[in-house]
């Protein structure tokens, strides 16, 4: 099973940006979904989740300004970041549970900046 993130960059802020997640397998199969980043020199920390029950949670810096969602027809989850701050620039990181095994995918670097 692999998770294939794209869509970072450098975005000002104010700006926005969707990262996208495309899985190799259906997305219907995984229980939860994550959006984690690290910046540099700093922890892994999660962003945001959506369980398969459609539920979802964000970490505060997150809340009210990024929207996790999915497109099961496309095995796709994508996270909107809207008025994104240069404290947001991280490399960030998809992760799903399936069957009880967690998957990574790559990370997609975001940078935000003027």
């Known amino acids: 099973v692999q998770l294939q993130a794209s869509g970072g960059g450098l975005v000002q802020p104010g700006g926005s940006l969707r990262l996208s997640c495309t899985a190799s397998?259906?997305?219907?199969?995984?229980?939860?979904m994550s959006w984690y980043r690290q910046a540099p020199g700093k922890e892994r920390d999660l962003v945001a989740t959506e369980f398969s029950s459609g539920h979802t949670n964000y970490a505060d810096s997150a809340k009210g300004r990024f929207t996790i969602s999915r497109d099961n027809s496309k095995d796709t989850l994508y996270l909107q970041m809207n008025s994104p701050k240069p404290e947001d620039t991280a490399v960030y990181y998809c992760?799903?549970?399936?069957?009880?095994?967690?998957?990574w995918g790559n990370g997609t670097q975001v940078t935000v900046s003027s």
């Open positions: 397998r259906s997305i219907l199969s995984f229980r939860a």
């Open positions: 992760n799903g549970w399936r069957f009880d095994v967690n998957y």
